[in-house]
C-alpha cells in the first residue's frame, strides 16, 4: 500500500494526485484533519497548490507585498484581472481597492532587442499575481479551482528562479525596471564584469547627474547576460520544441497525427479526421488544464451570443456545474439527464425561453450515463443554442461526438497524458456548426495560449502511445466489470456497455471503439464498501486516466470530489463532501466508488479484484 500523502506516481516532482490509502483517511481529508493535511505534499492541483507554487506566492509576497497578504499566482494580466471581478462579486461590498492589486512580472528589459535575447526572453514566461487579503483567501481558491488558470508547478519553478535571480521584474518603464535591479549579480562570475549589477552598466556620470543607459552601451554586457538566461534555463526547454509539440498535440488531437513525431522537426502534415467534413487542427485550441477549456468555452460564448443562462445536462463534474452558476445569468440543471428532462427542457424552449448552451458529458461522470445527442442536436437545431460536450471519458478514439457538438472541450490531463505528471485541456470547434464563424471571431480576439511550453513538451511525449493505451485500457475494463458484475456483495455496477443508455453510447461509438476505463459501484452495505476500499491493493488518489489503475472511492460521509486512484476512491465523498443529500437525489449515492483502470495484465487486475472481493464474503455485513 501506498503511504497517505505520496506522490502518485510516487517520486514524481510534478504528480497530478497523491494517495489517500484508507476511506478514514479520504474522510480525513474532506474534514481537514491535521493527521491528514500534515502528510500532504501532493494532491490533484485545482484543489492543492503545489509547493513550488507557494514558494514563489511567499517571496513575491516578501518583496512586493505585506506580511498580512497573500497572492495567487496567473499566467497573464487578463486571467488575474478575472480573479479580481470574481472576487469584487463574490464580496463587493467588503473588498476595498488596497486589499486587491496585481503585480505583473515581466522578463528584465534588457532581455530585448535582439534576435538573441528575444529567445532568451522566451525562455522565462511572464506571471501576473493577485496580491490579496487572507480574509478573501476562499474566494480567489474558488477561482482557482473553478477555472482550472492557475500557473502550473513547472511554470512557477522557471518563474522563482528567474525572479530570484533577478531575471522576472514588475511591469513598469524600463528606466525603472532597470534601476530596480541594481543590486549585485547573481549569476556565475564570468558573467559579471567588474561592479557589473546584473550585467547592466550604470549610466555614465557628469557633475552628479545621471543620464539614461544608451541601448548602445547596454548591447555588450545584454549578449553575456543572454548567455547566461540560456545556460540556466535552456537546458530545461528548448522554444522550437515547446512549439511543434503543440503542434503535434493538435494534430494528434484532431486524430490525424498517431504516430511518434521527432519534435526538432515541424510535425508532418495533418489531414482531415473525426469524420467532420473540413476539421484540421486549426479548430484545436490548447488549454492549461480541463477545466480551463470549460471555464473558458463558456466565457468565449457568452462574449459572442451575449448574456443568457445556460443548462447542465446530467450529473457533471462537480466544477462544471459551479462555472454555470457562477459567471452569466444562471444554469438550468437537469440532475438524472433523463426522457423525461428532455421533455422539460423542450417544452420551456416552446413556451419562448432562451438559452445560450447546453454542456454535457459523454458518458457521464460518475454514472456513466450517455445523453441523448441526436435529440439534444435537434433541440439546439431548433430552439437556437449550442452544444459543448465534454469526452474526456469516452475519448475520441471510443467515441465521435463532434457532429453533435458545436464544441468539445477535454480535460488531457487524464487518459491522454496517462503518466499523471502534467496538466492540460482542449477545445474543438465543429466547423459545421451552427456558431462556428462566431466562436471562430470570439476566439480569435479572446483566446491567449496559457499553456506552458515545458508542460506542452511533457503532454506531447506522453500521448504519442495515447490510441494504443485507450484499446488495452477498454479490454481491461470490461474484464473488471464482469468480476465485478457476478459478486453478490456488488449492489450495482456503472459502465456504459451495462447502462440503460447503452444505445445512445453506441450510436456514436466508433467502429473498432470501446466503453472507455472508468467505471463505478456501490455496494449493499457502506461497511462493505469501507472494507473492500481499504482491501484492494491499487492506488487510491485523485483524478482518473492513469496507466496504473486507481481507486475512488465515496463513503456515506464523502460526497465531494476528491480523485483516489486509479482505481479511483469514495468519488462521492471527495467530490460531494458537503452536499451528499444533494448528491443522492440524482442517483449519486454516498458510498460510490469510482475506478479508473490501467494498462496493467487484465488476469492480474481480475485476481487484484478478486482477492478484495473474497474479503467481503468471509465477512458477514448487516443492511
Known amino acids: 500500500m501506498m503511504l497517505l500523502g505520496q506522490s502518485i506516481p510516487p517520486d514524481t516532482a510534478h504528480a497530478v494526485s497523491v494517495s489517500l490509502p484508507t476511506w478514514q483517511a479520504c474522510v480525513g481529508y474532506e474534514e481537514g484533519e491535521e493527521w491528514v493535511l500534515s502528510k500532504m505534499k501532493h494532491g490533484y ?18 518583496e512586493h507585498g505585506s506580511p498580512m497578504q497573500h497572492a495567487m499566482l496567473f499566467p497573464s494580466h487578463a486571467v488575474a484581472d478575472r480573479c479580481v471581478e470574481f472576487i469584487h462579486d463574490q464580496v463587493p461590498v467588503q473588498v476595498k ?32 499575481a493577485v496580491l490579496l487579503s487572507r480574509n478573501y483567501r476562499k474566494h480567489a481558491n474558488a477561482f482557482w479551482q473553478h477555472s482550472g488558470d492557475g500557473i502550473s508547478s513547472r511554470r512557477a519553478e522557471i518563474c522563482h528562479k528567474a525572479f530570484d535571480d533577478g531575471l522576472l521584474v514588475v511591469r513598469r518603464s524600463n528606466e525603472v525596471a532597470l534601476k530596480k535591479l541594481q543590486r549585485p549579480c547573481k549569476g556565475p562570475r564570468r558573467y559579471q564584469r567588474g561592479n557589473s549589477m546584473d550585467a547592466v552598466p550604470k549610466a555614465p556620470s557628469d557633475q552628479g547627474h545621471q543620464h539614461p543607459v544608451s541601448t548602445d552601451a547596454a548591447i555588450p554586457e545584454r549578449k553575456d547576460y543572454v548567455q547566461y538566461v540560456e545556460e540556466r534555463f535552456g537546458r530545461n526547454l528548448d522554444e ?46 490548447l488549454y492549461p488544464t480541463g477545466m480551463s477549456s470549460i471555464f473558458n468555452t463558456h466565457r468565449i460564448i457568452l462574449a459572442a451570443r451575449g448574456a443568457r443562462k445556460s443548462i447542465c445536462f446530467g450529473f457533471p463534474y462537480i466544477d462544471t456545474l459551479k462555472i454555470l452558476e457562477k459567471w452569466g445569468p444562471g444554469c438550468l440543471f437537469y ?62 478514439v471510443n467515441v465521435n461526438i463532434l457532429p453533435y457538438a458545436d464544441v468539445a472541450v477535454s480535460s488531457l490531463t487524464k487518459v491522454f497524458s496517462g503518466d499523471s505528471n502534467v496538466m492540460g485541456g482542449s477545445s474543438v470547434l465543429n466547423p459545421n456548426g451552427k456558431y462556428y464563424e462566431l466562436l471562430r471571431i470570439a476566439q480569435t480576439a479572446q483566446y491567449e495560449d496559457n499553456y506552458w511550453s515545458e508542460d506542452a513538451i511533457f503532454m506531447e511525449r506522453n500521448s504519442r502511445d495515447f490510441v494504443s493505451r485507450v484499446e488495452r485500457i477498454n479490454i481491461n475494463a470490461e474484464a473488471i466489470c464482469r468480476s465485478l458484475k457476478a459478486s453478490p456483495s456488488i449492489k450495482e455496477v456503472y459502465y456504459p456497455k451495462y447502462s440503460s443508455t447503452r ?80 448528491a443522492a437525489q440524482f442517483g449519486v449515492e454516498a458510498d460510490l466508488v469510482r475506478f479508473s483502470v ?13 482477492r478484495a472481493l473474497a474479503v467481503l464474503e468471509k465477512t458477514p455485513y448487516r443492511s
Request: glycine share 8%; net charge negative.
Open 45 to 62: 492541483p485545482r484543489f492543492f497548490v503545489h509547493g513550488t507554487i507557494s514558494a514563489f506566492a511567499e517571496a513575491i509576497v516578501k
Open 97 to 128: 481597492g488596497e486589499n486587491l492589486r496585481i503585480i505583473d512580472l515581466d522578463p528584465h528589459p534588457s532581455l530585448s532587442g535582439s534576435i538573441e535575447s528575444k529567445r532568451a526572453t522566451k525562455l522565462i514566461p511572464s506571471v501576473s
Open 240 to 285: 522550437s520544441l515547446a512549439m511543434n509539440a503543440k503542434l503535434a498535440i493538435r494534430r494528434r488531437i484532431a486524430g490525424s497525427l498517431t504516430v511518434d513525431v521527432d519534435l526538432l522537426e515541424k510535425a508532418g502534415e495533418a489531414g482531415r479526421a473525426r469524420q467532420v467534413r473540413g476539421f484540421s487542427e486549426d479548430d484545436v485550441y
Open 335 to 396: 440532475g438524472h439527464g433523463s426522457p423525461a428532462d428532455l421533455d422539460d427542457l423542450e417544452q420551456r424552449c416552446k413556451s419562448g425561453e432562451k438559452y445560450l448552451a447546453l454542456f454535457c458529458e459523454f458518458p457521464g461522470n460518475p454514472l456513466l450515463k450517455s445523453p441523448d445527442l441526436r435529440r439534444l442536436r435537434s433541440l439546439a437545431n431548433r430552439y437556437d443554442f449550442a452544444i459543448v460536450i465534454d469526452e474526456t471519458i469516452g475519448t475520441f
Open 503 to 582: 444505445h445512445f453510447y453506441d450510436r456514436c461509438r466508433n467502429l473498432k471503439g470501446g466503453y472507455g476505463g472508468l467505471l463505478s459501484v456501490t455496494f449493499n452495505t457502506t461497511a462493505e464498501a469501507v472494507t473492500f476500499f481499504d482491501t484492494i491493493e491499487t492506488a487510491k488518489g485523485p483524478s482518473l486516466g492513469t496507466n496504473f489503475t486507481l481507486w475512488y472511492g465515496c463513503p456515506s460521509v464523502q460526497t465531494v470530489y476528491i480523485p483516489v486512484t486509479l482505481c479511483s476512491s469514495p468519488y462521492t465523498l471527495l467530490a460531494h463532501y458537503g452536499e451528499l443529500q444533494w
Open 598 to 610: 490501467g494498462l496493467e495484465d487484465a488476469a492480474n487486475l481480475t485476481t487484484m479484484f478478486e
